[in-house]
C-alpha cells in the first residue's frame, strides 16, 4: 500500500494527517506542492484545491480525515 500526502509548509491539518498516520504505522511520502509543479496539477486534476490531499491505492480525499486514516490501519 503506498500512501502519498500531497501537502505545503506550514498546514495544521497537513500534521494532524502526518500525525494520525504515524500512531496508527502506516508508512507514507510526502510531496510537497509548493516545490512539485506536476504533482500541484495532478491535484488539481483529482478535483482539490486544499490540502492535504492523501491519495492510496486509487482512494483519495482532501483534509484531516481521522475516519479515512483509520480505515488504512
Same mark, same amino acid.
Given at each position: 500500500?503506498?500512501?502519498?500526502? $500531497?501537502?505545503? +509548509?506550514? #498546514?495544521?491539518? #497537513?500534521?494532524?494527517? $502526518?500525525?494520525? &498516520?504515524?500512531? %496508527? *504505522?502506516? /508508512? $507514507?511520502?510526502? !510531496?510537497? &506542492?509548493?516545490?512539485?509543479? /506536476?504533482?500541484?496539477?495532478?491535484? &488539481?486534476? &483529482?478535483? $482539490?484545491?486544499?490540502? +492535504?490531499?492523501?491519495?492510496?491505492? *486509487? /482512494?483519495?480525499?482532501?483534509?484531516? %480525515? +481521522? /475516519?479515512? !486514516?483509520?480505515?488504512?490501519?
Amino acid at each position: 500500500m503506498t500512501v502519498t500526502v $500531497y501537502s505545503k +509548509p506550514s #498546514c495544521v491539518q #497537513c500534521n494532524a494527517t $502526518y500525525r494520525a &498516520l504515524e500512531q %496508527r *504505522g502506516v /508508512d $507514507y511520502q510526502v !510531496i510537497d &506542492l509548493s516545490q512539485d509543479n /506536476d504533482a500541484f496539477a495532478h491535484v &488539481l486534476a &483529482l478535483g $482539490y484545491a486544499q490540502v +492535504p490531499v492523501v491519495e492510496v491505492s *486509487g /482512494d483519495h480525499w482532501a483534509g484531516f %480525515r +481521522p /475516519d479515512k !486514516i483509520a480505515a488504512l490501519g
